[in-house]
């Protein structure tokens, strides 16, 4: 069983910084097989595809609200996905999910198997 672990998420300010993690303790060597997904939750609003990477890290897809302010990476020696968010904006504001797939998902929330259990990330104005 894959069982992810977000952490990271906090209040700040607009234009500031945050890193996102997602720990897979559970994967073991296999989480080099996986491909990983950033998505993310605002209130009263549909779950958005936020940033993708493949198993070794050498294509990442990101949405459009975030290029240039985001960038998805992943350590497969120690089986965490990260999520740098830079000039966050209010309207990042949001729970953020990291998920996992043995395929190649892309941006599609219902392609991923494994979700985690989120983290709220807040941005003040």
């Known amino acids: 069983q894959v069982q992810l672990v977000e952490s990271g998420g906090g209040l700040v300010q607009a234009g500031d910084s945050l890193t996102l993690s997602c720990a897979c303790a559970s994967c073991g060597r296999a989480f080099s097989q996986y491909f990983m997904g950033w998505f993310r939750q605002a209130p009263g609003k549909d779950r958005e595809f936020v940033a993708a990477?493949?198993?070794?890290?050498?294509?990442?897809y990101y949405t459009d609200t975030v290029k240039g302010r985001f960038t998805i990476s992943r350590d497969n020696f120690k089986n965490t996905l990260y999520l740098q968010m830079n000039s966050l904006k209010p309207e990042d504001t949001a729970i953020y999910y990291c998920?996992?797939?043995?395929?190649?998902?892309?941006?599609?929330?219902?392609?991923?198997?494994?979700w985690g259990q989120g983290t709220q990330v807040t941005v003040s104005s």
């Open positions: 998920a996992s797939d043995r395929g190649a998902p892309g941006r599609t929330a219902a392609l991923y198997e494994y």
């Open positions: 990477i493949n198993w070794d890290g050498s294509i990442t």
